[in-house]
């Protein structure tokens, strides 16, 4: 087919589509802040709830773990103290009082206690960790629900920290009343999430995945310095006895007789065990499903089917969370009822002494850590475009290599999810609402800038243009997932139309739509590496699952680019400009939710 060029020169049309962001003067980098009220396209701040957990039909609430813990450990103390009565129990923990062989035998290094490195990696574990979490959970407040499927059908959660969709906003074909999984999104207490206000992903994931990259390089230190100096035999069980002695250790806890503390050079069974499972499995689970959840390796490895898929990433990711609170709840316990000044000399100054300066150390650090703790969702309200820039600058790129594998993954109709989340803000101009109750017989998209030949091409021409159908995986940032059919036009079909000059950079698709940001209205648009285009899976797609594309998922035409999370994927596509740079677009980051709630610009993850 050939489509007859507008005009010879590209460069001379980019401005007027650029006009169609013009949001008035930049606020300074320092002067932008996140005014909760304005925030988001204001939608009124909703708390989380508590979350539940879905018992076949019922919903329980977990505050029920409370009472539950509380009975069980009485219960445990009271059979535990009945135990020690007989004389089986007596010559079992004889045989076994708790520490299984003596490490410090095997290892000098371990004789003389915790080494500095050891430490100071102790401290900076547990304040790396502590933003990691705050952020986790602000994370998964953006999409509170938990579940086992890819397609995450409402009503098919286990988990759960908001009341269900309601049932009569789930008519995808009244767009305007459909539930959106920013609806969905609650606010956490300040304290808890940062920054806590709903739908700040954008801000909490460049707390959680920057703390998360010194997180693991401390974790990689560690590993080395475990191995090198010998130190890891104080944590990986030797032999089999570690079992009783763990079973020996837990009852002459629970029996409230404490066995001695040996932990500055040997730790009982019950120790190792955790200390081993929080270091060698759960960490490193945590971070193989961190990065399951990234739509890059999903595309690149097929992932969205089968056990593997985000939804089950996330669920385990959980896990290990709720591991981490409930070990470092008991580690705290432990280190104040086994002997707190003993403890602190071994862990603060790495010496078997009493001395109280441990304390007063250890005081310091808690003074220091519970300042960061409440100044980071105030600094992060205060300063969210710094927060930015710092995440951009020193994990933007460790994020961006991810876009590097082909997102070549297709999945089987019996895959495609009942349900696909809508998101987003509709089209509400007039001219949209025009255009759509014609057919879009007069509907013509835009292709323009540094491109040789600019073109528009009319509803029917793209149709004419040869059609490719994929079913592809879908990732919002909020969390959740889902697997669609896709027909549509390839951009690389479009480019050979085009043929972009070789000073395009980026590819910007303007929507009808505004976004929903803060008080500044202004069209929703994002901006795709020019590389991304000659993917075969990316579309502009004006089909979706056999049928024409509805208005709540972005008729006439939306993209699809699988290298990438959902919010670069804009619907309602009015028109299309090849560009060399985006930093005189709107607010220069790349995108409507990059300008307006601080996402980066390149989400492979
Ligand atoms: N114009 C426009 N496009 C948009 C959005 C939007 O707000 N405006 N939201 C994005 C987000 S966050 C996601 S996850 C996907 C959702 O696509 P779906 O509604 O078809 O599931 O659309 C993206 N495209
Ligand atoms: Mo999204």
Known sequence: MSVAGESSSGRSAASSLEALLDQG???????????????????????????????????????????????????????????????????????????????????PAIRTGFPAW??????????????????????????????????????SAWLRMRPPVPADRMDQNRPAEVWTAKDDSVGLPKWLGIPGVRHTVGLARWWHFGFDVLWLLNGAVFYVLLFVTGEWRRIVPQSWEVLPNALSTAVQYLSLDFPANEGFTNYNGLQVIAYFTTVFIAAPLAFATGLLQAPSIAARFGLDHGPFNEQVARTVHFAVLVWMVVFIAMHTVMVFTTGLVDNLNHIVLGTDTQSYWAVVVYVIAMVVIAALWLAASPVTL????????????????????????????????????????????????????????????????????????????????????????????????????????????????????????????????????????????????????????????????????????????????????????????????????????????????????????????????
């Open 25 to 107: 003067p930049r606020q300074g980098i320092l002067d932008r802040r996140v005014e909760v009220g304005h925030w988001a396209g204001s939608i009124p701040e909703e708390m989380a709830q508590v979350p539940s957990v879905r018992i076949g039909r019922r919903w329980v609430s977990s505050l029920w773990l409370i009472p539950i813990t509380v009975a069980g450990l009485l219960v445990a103390v009271a059979l535990a103290q009945q135990l020690r009565r007989y004389g089986w129990m007596q010559d079992f923990i004889a045989a076994y009082p708790g520490t299984p062989g003596t490490p410090s035998a095997f290892t």
């Open 118 to 155: 050891l430490r100071w990696q102790h401290l900076f574990n547990i304040v790396f960790m502590m933003f990691l979490m705050r952020a986790g959970l602000q994370i998964l407040a953006d999409h509170p629900r938990l579940y086992l499927n890819q397609g995450c059908r409402p009503g």
């Open 382 to 605: 205060r300063y969210p475009a710094v927060v930015r820039r710092v995440g951009v600058a020193t994990i933007g790129w460790i994020k961006g290599l991810m876009e590097r594998p082909h997102p070549s993954a297709t999945y089987a109709e019996a895959d495609i999810s009942p349900y696909l989340w809508p998101n987003g803000t509709l089209p509400d101009s007039e001219r949209y609402r025009a255009l759509q109750a014609g057919g879009w017989a007069d509907y013509a998209l835009r292709i323009e800038g540094l491109v040789e030949n600019p073109v528009s091409l009319t509803y029917a021409q793209l149709l004419a243009l040869p059609k490719h159908e994929q079913i592809t995986g879908h990732h919002c940032i909020q969390g959740w997932t889902g697997i669609a059919k896709w027909g549509g036009v390839r951009m690389s079909d479009i480019c050979e139309i085009v043929r972009p000059l070789p000073s395009a950079q980026w590819v910007v698709f303007y929507s009808f739509a505004e976004g929903s940001g803060p008080s500044t209205e202004g069209r929703f648009y994002d901006c795709h590496k020019i590389a991304h285009m000659s993917e075969p899976t990316t579309i502009l797609a004006y089909e979706m699952n056999g049928a024409p594309l509805t208005e709540a998922h972005g008729a006439p035409l939306r993209l699809r680019n699988e290298h990438e999370l959902g919010f670069k994927m804009v619907k309602w596509v009015e028109a299309i400009e090849f560009v060399e740079s985006f930093a005189h677009l709107g607010l220069g980051m790349g995108g409507y939710n990059e300008d307006h709630e601080y996402y980066g610009y390149r989400m492979p993850i």
